[in-house]
């Protein structure tokens, strides 16, 4: 299993970026797919989930900015980041959660390195 995020970097206050996560050694078309992260001194997060039917679901603090989506024939997923702030800041990660709407960081396969966003206010 390989989960590949990249799209990471730096960017002011404001602007956008868009994340994409390549999965491979996994059943795409069957899992659900997450776009989780980090940042310093805290907890990993689920940020935004989109089930195999395309239904999502957004952590509160990122609603309205974020929006994820998926390929299914390019077995990738993307996070589109508008109106990016210094709070953003952290590593990004995809994976497969076992729910939408989980409250903690568990998923279904081992951890890629993910791709780092920093914001600059």
């Known amino acids: 299993v390989q989960l590949q995020a990249s799209g990471g970097g730096l960017v002011q206050a404001g602007g956008s970026l868009t994340l994409s996560c390549v999965a491979s050694g996994i059943s795409f078309r069957e899992n659900a797919m997450a776009w989780y992260r980090q940042a310093p001194g805290k907890q990993r997060e689920l940020v935004a989930g989109?089930?195999?039917?395309?239904?999502?679901n957004y952590r509160d603090s990122i609603k309205g900015r974020f929006t994820i989506s998926r390929d299914s024939a390019k077995s990738t997923v993307y996070l589109q980041m508008n109106s990016l702030n210094a709070e953003d800041t952290a590593v990004y990660y995809c994976?497969?959660?076992?729910?939408?709407?989980?409250?903690?960081?568990?998923?279904?396969?081992?951890w890629g390195q993910g791709t780092l966003v920093t914001v600059s206010s």
């Open positions: 994976n497969s959660p076992y729910s939408l709407y989980a409250t903690s960081d568990a998923a279904r396969f081992s």
């Open positions: 989109i089930n195999t039917s395309g239904r999502t």
